[in-house]
T-cell receptor, first 111, second 112 residues
Framework: ELKVEQNPLFLSMQEGKNYTIYCNYSTTSDRLYWYRQDPGKSLESLFVLLSNGAVKQEGRLMASLDTKARLSTLHITAAVHDLSATYFCAVDSGNTGKLIFGQGTTLQVKP | ETGVTQSPTHLIKTRGQQVTLRCSSQSGHNTVSWYQQALGQGPQFIFQYYREEENGRGNFPPRFSGLQFPNYSSELNVNALELDDSALYLC???????????FGSGTRLTVV
């Protein structure tokens, strides 16, 4: 059964600092998703990574995928308070459309 | 602005009752999935429909059932509600050509 693990689960960082969230998964998959969730809100799509070596960037966030290592990273550059949220990675189980989510990483950016 | 709308936004039900949650997707989004998100956890896959047929199911009991309609709307029905069914229920849809899922704003269900 596919398992998805994120670390860290909680991250408190200062504005202006850089950090990386890691997402490991247990079985082969070619599709990985990153979502952002604000408290009490729904999931906002950040990135869809569809192939080994895929790298996508949007503003201060950059995501990458290594399907051989079964690892995706979400890198935060020069964090700002507005990035405070919970970030989820999700892997498409067997490329069926069934998304298996990680536990989420709650990011708190302090001024 | 999300193209997926869900109703109602909040709902309170009593244990043992039945509930129907609704989702309306964008035109052309023939795949719709439903997820349950308990407080402080990641979403859990309930089931998926494609062109009105269920084509994937997670580890949820049969009292969780669904329907998808030709007008890109869908329903999640839960019978015999239990306290543990209290959660945020999310639907997500995807177009036939494309891999990105758009999530709705969710329905917060509280079972008392």
């Amino acid at each position: 059964e596919l398992k998805v693990e994120q670390n860290p689960l909680f991250l408190s960082m200062q504005e202006g600092k850089n950090y990386t969230i890691y997402c490991n998964y247990s079985t082969t998959s070619d599709r990985l998703y990153w979502y952002r969730q604000d408290p009490g809100k729904s999931l906002e799509s950040l990135f869809v990574l569809l192939s080994n070596g895929a790298v996508k960037q949007e503003g201060r966030l950059m995501a990458s995928l290594d399907t051989k290592a079964r690892l995706s990273t979400l890198h935060i550059t020069a964090a700002v308070h507005d990035l405070s949220a919970t970030y989820f990675c999700a892997v498409d189980s067997g490329n069926t459309g069934k998304l298996i989510f990680g536990q989420g990483t709650t990011l708190q950016v302090k001024p | 602005e999300t193209g997926v709308t869900q109703s109602p936004t909040h709902l309170i039900k009593t244990r043992g009752q039945q509930v129907t949650l609704r989702c309306s997707s964008q035109s052309g989004h023939n795949t719709v999935s439903w997820y349950q998100q308990a407080l402080g956890q990641g979403p859990q896959f309930i089931f998926q429909y494609y062109r009105e047929e269920e084509n994937g199911r997670g580890n949820f009991p049969p009292r969780f059932s669904g329907l998808q309609f030709p007008n890109y709307s869908s329903e999640l029905n839960v019978n015999a509600l239990e306290l543990d069914d209290s959660a945020l229920y999310l639907c997500a849809s995807r177009p036939d050509r494309g891999w990105g899922y758009t999530f709705g704003s969710g329905t917060r269900l509280t079972v008392v």
